[in-house]
């Protein structure tokens, strides 16, 4: 008897821990951790210590860098250089972490390094050369982020943004 009582305990027990880990579409109910975007913006940066300057995009000048989507993006904090240079952090929680919001978000990071691309192509291309060897798209769960700098920062930013949404 105490053999089937354990055993019957045991099938429960895995049971319940499968229901608790999915859910109806798939995805998880809790994409990633409540992370902050401001924070782990203000932290990655902090990581990244620039050489340059770096300031903060607001809501007014945001169209000349991201072509932000509502319905793609719930919030955003978003770092550049103000001296040309190929630095730059910009954290996006996005509103869901289904496929095709993380594919549209991965399209509105590419469009922005395309354009960086162009502009340190043939002008600055000791910049152009840290944009292609420095730069990380680092996705987990609903937030997805763009880093952009030295090895050493990019890396030790990796390790910030890593810790807050694993």
């Known amino acids: 008897m ?5 055993l019957l305990l045991a099938v429960v027990l895995g049971l319940s821990m499968l229901a608790g880990c999915s859910s109806s579409d798939g995805e998880s109910e809790t994409p990633s ?7 782990l913006a203000d932290d990655t940066l902090a990581a990244l210590a620039p050489a340059a300057e770096m300031v903060e995009v607001s809501e007014k000048v945001l169209s000349n860098y991201y072509t932000v989507d509502s319905k793609v993006v719930k919030s955003y904090k978003i770092y550049v250089s103000s001296a040309w240079t190929a630095e730059e952090v910009a954290i996006f929680r996005l509103v869901d972490s289904k496929q095709e919001t993380i594919d549209a978000a991965n399209e509105m990071i590419q469009k922005r390094i395309d354009d960086l691309t162009a ?7 000791e910049q152009l050369a840290v944009l292609e060897e420095n730069s990380v798209v680092y996705q987990q769960g609903d937030m997805i982020c763009f ?4 090895a050493d920062g990019v890396a030790a930013a990796m390790k910030v943004m890593k810790a807050a949404c694993e």
Do not use: E, I, M, R
């Open 147 to 150: 880093v952009s700098g030295s």
């Open 33 to 39: 951790k409540n992370v902050d975007p401001a924070q």
């Open 119 to 125: 502009s340190y192509d043939g002008y600055l291309p």
């Open 2 to 6: 105490k053999k089937v009582l354990a």
